[in-house]
C-alpha cells in the first residue's frame, strides 16, 4: 500500500515594495529589505564640509543616487537597495574622492571620508569598507551568496542562521533560538514579506538557494517598527536583475544505493535522484525595468525502513521550485517591486 501527498505553498505579493513616498517614511524601512548609508565629510584638518556632493552608484541601483552634506558635513541616502556601492564626494577646491561600500539589507552603514585640496593633490583616494557585522545599534550579520557557497553548509534558511552570533539551534528540530528567546518567537521575511508556518515558526522553504542575493540575521537592538518577534529578524533578500545579464545552472545528482550500508541496512533503491536549477537576470530597459527569475526542479528517491519490522519501502520527493521578480523605477528615487514565489511538491511513502 502506497500514500502520496501532494502540497501547494505560494507566496503572490504583486506590490510587495510602496512608492517611494512609502520607503522614505522612517516607520516603513523596516518592513523593507533595504539599507542606509550615512556618514560625515571632512577636510585634512578635521573640519566639517559642507555642500559637497555626493553621488551613490550600484549595478545593484537603478540610476544615481545623490545628496549634499548638511552644514555639519554629515549626509545620508537612504532606501539604497543591497550591494556594493562606488560613492563619488565633489567639490569645488577640493580633489574628488572615491569609494567603495557595502550596503546589507536592513542595515545602516557609515561612510567617512576625509578630502583633500585640490592644490594638494588632484589624485583620486580609492578605499574598500566591507561591514559584515553591524557596527550601529543593531547588531545583524549578513551572509552573501558566495560567503555561503565557499562554506560547508547547505543553503537553507536554517543553516545560514544558524552560524551567526548568538543564534543556537536548540529548539525543536534543530530550530534556532536568538539571544535565548523560543525557537518560535522569531521573524523571518523573504523580500520583506513574512515566511513562517502557523505551527512553530519556522521558514517556509519558499525560495531557491541559487536566486538568494544576501541574508541578514539581526539579533538585537532591532527596530520594534518589525513586530511580530521578541528573539530575532532573518531578512533573504532575493536577486533583482541589473544593466548586466547574468544567470546560473546547477545540476545535482544523488543515489542512494552510493551511499555506505550498516550492518542493519536493508538493498538500496538504484535510482538517480536528481536536482536542477537556473536562474537568470537582466533589463528590458536600462536603468528602468529589470528583471529575474529562477526555476528549482528536483526528483528525490530513497529507501526507507519500518521501526519494528525493518521492512524496506520506497519512498519518492518529487519537487518544483519558481520564483519571477519584476522593478520599475521611473526615477532612481522611486521604485515598484513586484515578487512570485511558489513550491509544487509531490511525495509518496514519506513518513508521515
Do not use: C
Not at 78 to 106: C, Q, R
Not at 199 to 205: A, E, I, K
Not at 301 to 330: C, H, M, P, V, Y
Request: hydrophobic fraction near 40%; glycine fraction near 8%.
Amino acid at each position: 500500500m502506497s500514500f502520496i501527498a501532494r502540497e501547494r505553498t505560494g507566496v503572490k505579493v504583486a506590490l510587495m515594495l510602496a512608492v517611494a513616498a512609502l520607503l522614505l517614511v522612517p516607520q516603513a524601512q523596516a518592513q523593507v529589505p533595504r539599507g542606509t548609508l550615512v556618514g560625515n565629510v571632512q577636510d585634512a584638518q578635521g573640519a566639517s564640509l559642507p555642500g559637497v556632493t555626493i553621488t551613490a552608484t550600484s549595478d545593484r541601483l537603478q540610476g544615481a543616487r545623490t545628496t549634499t552634506t548638511a552644514i555639519n558635513g554629515s549626509y545620508k541616502l537612504v532606501s539604497l537597495p543591497a550591494g556594493v556601492y562606488k560613492i563619488t564626494y565633489e567639490l569645488d577646491g577640493f580633489a574628488t574622492a572615491v569609494t567603495e561600500f557595502k550596503v546589507s539589507a536592513a542595515q545602516i552603514g557609515t561612510a567617512n571620508i576625509e578630502m583633500q585640496l585640490s592644490e594638494i593633490s588632484e589624485e583620486i583616494v580609492v578605499t574598500s569598507l566591507s561591514e559584515q557585522i553591524s557596527e550601529t545599534g543593531t547588531a545583524a550579520t549578513t551572509f552573501t551568496r558566495e560567503e555561503i557557497n565557499a562554506l560547508p553548509v547547505t543553503g537553507s534558511i536554517l543553516s545560514i542562521v544558524n552560524l551567526a552570533p548568538g543564534v543556537h539551534d536548540t529548539g525543536p528540530s534543530a530550530a534556532p533560538s536568538i539571544n535565548g528567546a523560543m525557537s518560535f518567537e522569531n521573524l523571518f521575511m523573504i523580500n520583506g514579506v513574512p515566511n513562517m508556518d502557523n505551527v512553530r515558526g519556522t521558514p517556509l522553504p519558499l525560495f531557491i538557494e541559487d536566486a538568494v542575493q544576501e541574508t541578514t540575521v539581526a539579533t538585537s537592538g532591532v527596530s520594534a517598527e518589525y513586530g511580530r518577534f521578541t528573539g530575532g529578524v532573518v531578512n533573504v533578500l532575493t536577486k533583482s536583475g541589473g544593466n548586466q545579464f547574468s544567470g546560473s545552472l546547477r545540476i545535482n545528482y544523488e543515489n542512494n544505493d552510493w551511499e555506505a550500508k550498516t550492518p542493519l541496512s536493508n538493498d538500496r533503491i538504484d535510482d538517480i535522484s536528481h536536482e536542477e536549477s537556473a536562474t537568470l537576470g537582466g533589463y528590458f530597459w536600462k536603468d528602468h525595468l529589470w528583471f529575474f527569475g529562477a526555476l528549482r526542479q528536483r526528483a528525490e528517491s530513497t529507501t526507507g525502513q519500518t521501526n519494528t519490522t525493518l521492512i524496506s519501502f520506497d519512498t519518492t520527493d518529487n519537487e518544483d521550485r519558481t520564483e519571477g521578480k519584476l522593478t520599475i523605477s521611473a526615477t532612481p528615487s522611486h521604485s515598484l517591486v513586484g515578487s512570485f514565489i511558489e513550491i509544487e511538491r509531490e511525495r509518496a511513502n514519506t513518513a508521515f
